[in-house]
């Protein structure tokens, strides 16, 4: 167990839909990252906030938005889903940007997209 | 950060060593190698990282080559649980992110 909680494990809808993902990061870690896993992309980066601000942006399409509350806790939030948004999309946390490159991964979710 | 090359699969028998290669002749000095592992549709796993010297900890070693172009991921004695896809990365410390290639798919057979 990393510590790093994932919410919902499953999740399926229709295109065009829009859902949002959330991450609560392990206790203390103050820099998020989500990553998307799909079959032919393997894992790509899409986006780091720490302490509620963004950092560092990857290949997040702009239909695709995140934030980190206060509390920390981040929510990744897609919308128009396209058939190939379906993917397993992880967060993962560490305590700071200047970090040693020890990420702790979440178990995923798995969004499929009908 | 600079590229990497892993074989894309190799085969392990339980209990034995099991050595991965990871080339990045690219390398700047102040770029660290790191080690993830995946188990199968789980959370990628932090294995192990290193700059220059060879590391060691629980999980695993790791070897650099003293012109740092590669390395090696040694499991000692590997177990069923250890096949994975095993990802090497190269990284400058501090501010970047972790950029996964396609990783070499370790299968750990009786």
């Known amino acids: 167990d990393s510590g790093v909680t994932q919410t919902p494990k499953h999740l399926i809808t229709a295109t065009g839909q829009r859902v949002t993902l959330r991450c609560s990061p392990r206790?203390?870690?103050?820099?998020v990252y989500w990553y998307q896993q799909s079959l032919d992309q393997g894992l790509q980066f899409l986006i780091q906030?720490?302490?509620?601000?963004?950092?560092a942006k990857g290949n997040i399409l702009e239909r695709f938005s995140a934030q980190q509350f206060p509390d920390l806790h981040s929510e990744l939030n897609l919308s128009s889903l396209e058939l190939g948004d379906s993917a397993l999309y992880f967060c993962?946390?560490?305590?700071?940007?200047?970090?040693?490159?020890?990420?702790?991964f979440g178990e995923g979710s798995r969004l499929t997209v009908l | 950060d600079a590229k990497t090359t892993q074989p894309p699969s190799m085969d392990c028998a339980e209990g034995r060593a099991a050595n991965l290669p990871c080339n990045h002749s690219t390398i700047s000095g102040n770029e660290y190698v790191y080690w993830y592992r995946q188990i199968h549709s789980q959370g990628p796993q932090y294995i192990i990282h290193g700059l220059k010297n060879n590391e060691t900890n629980e999980m695993a070693s790791l070897i650099i080559t003293e012109d740092r172009k590669s390395s090696t991921l040694i499991l000692p004695h590997a177990t069923l649980r250890d096949t994975a896809v095993y990802y090497c990365?190269?990284?400058?410390?501090?501010?970047?992110?972790?950029?996964f290639g396609k990783g070499t798919m370790l299968l750990v057979s009786p």
């Open positions: 906030y720490y302490n509620g601000e963004e950092r």
């Open positions: 993962a946390s560490s305590v700071s940007v200047a970090d040693t490159g020890e990420l702790f």
């Open positions: 206790s203390g870690d103050l820099s």
């Open positions: 990365i190269v990284r400058l410390s501090g501010y970047s992110t972790l950029t």
